[in-house]
C-alpha cells in the first residue's frame, strides 16, 4: 500500500478570522511562482500566481506577497471560510534550466467553526 | 468548459500486472505532464511532453512510461506496479512550460 507520508506542517484558523501561509523557496532563478489549493481526493487547484517583477499580488480574498530579497512567498486569506479547508502549496518555476514547477512542502489549512 | 480528464478516477491493480492511466484535455495546451502524489507529499514529477517531445525526470523508474498519440491524449503506463507505486496520480498541462499549469482530479492506484 501507499507508504506513510510525511507530516505537513499545519495552521489551524478561526472562521472568519484571515490567514497566512509562508513558503520559502531557494532558487534565486525562479521567476515565477504560484499557489495552488488541494482538497482531499483532488487534483490541486489554482489559487494565484505571480510574476518576479512583482512584489504584491491581488485576487478575491487572496493576496500574495513575495519578498525577492529573502527568497520568501507568502500567501493571504481574508476572512477564511470552511471551504478554505485544504493543503496548500507554493511552486516555482525557474526561467532557465527545463522550467519545470517545484512544489513546496505544502500546508494543511483547517478551518475552526 | 475547457479542462483536464484524467480516467478512470481510481484503478486497482495486482502487483506487477500492467496498468494504464489516460488523461485529455480541452484545452489545446502544448504540454502535458504526469506527477506521482503520495500520502502528504508534494505532486512529483514523473515526465513532460512538449509536444510530441518526451522529456523524463532524472530519477523517475524505468517501469514507468508515457505515450502522447495526439495533442489531446497522454498516457501513462505503469510497466510492473509494485507496491510503493500505489499512488494518486495527476495529469497537468500548460499552454508553454513556465506558464500555470491546470491540473486533472487525479486517478488513485492502488496495488494489491
Known amino acids: 500500500g501507499e507508504s506513510v507520508g510525511l507530516h505537513l506542517p499545519t495552521l489551524s484558523v478561526q472562521e472568519g478570522d484571515n490567514s497566512i501561509i509562508n513558503c520559502a523557496y531557494s532558487n534565486s532563478a525562479s521567476d515565477y511562482f504560484i499557489w495552488y489549493k488541494q482538497e482531499s481526493g483532488k487534483g490541486p487547484q489554482f489559487i494565484i500566481d505571480?510574476?518576479?517583477?512583482?512584489d504584491k499580488r491581488q485576487g478575491q480574498r487572496v493576496t500574495v506577497l513575495l519578498n525577492k530579497t529573502v527568497k520568501h512567498l507568502s500567501l493571504q486569506i481574508a476572512a477564511t471560510q470552511p471551504g478554505d479547508s485544504a493543503v496548500y502549496f507554493c511552486a516555482e518555476n525557474s526561467r532557465f534550466g527545463n522550467e519545470k514547477l517545484t512544489f513546496g512542502t505544502g500546508t494543511r489549512l483547517t478551518i475552526i467553526p | 468548459d475547457a479542462m483536464v480528464i484524467q480516467n478512470p478516477r481510481y484503478q486497482v491493480t495486482q502487483f506487477g500486472k500492467p496498468v494504464t492511466l489516460s488523461c485529455s484535455q480541452t484545452l489545446n495546451h502544448n504540454v502535458m505532464y504526469w506527477y506521482q502524489q503520495k500520502s502528504s507529499q508534494a505532486p512529483k514529477l514523473l515526465f513532460h511532453?512538449?509536444?510530441?517531445?518526451?522529456?523524463n525526470e532524472a530519477d523517475t523508474p524505468d517501469n514507468f512510461q508515457s505515450r502522447r498519440p495526439n495533442t489531446s491524449f497522454c498516457f501513462l503506463d505503469i510497466r510492473s506496479p509494485g507496491l510503493g507505486d500505489a499512488a494518486m496520480y495527476l495529469c497537468a498541462t500548460s499552454r508553454d512550460t513556465g506558464f500555470q499549469q491546470f491540473f486533472g482530479p487525479g486517478t488513485r492506484l492502488t496495488v494489491l
Open positions: 511532453y512538449y509536444d510530441k517531445d518526451f522529456n
Open positions: 505571480i510574476r518576479s517583477n512583482m
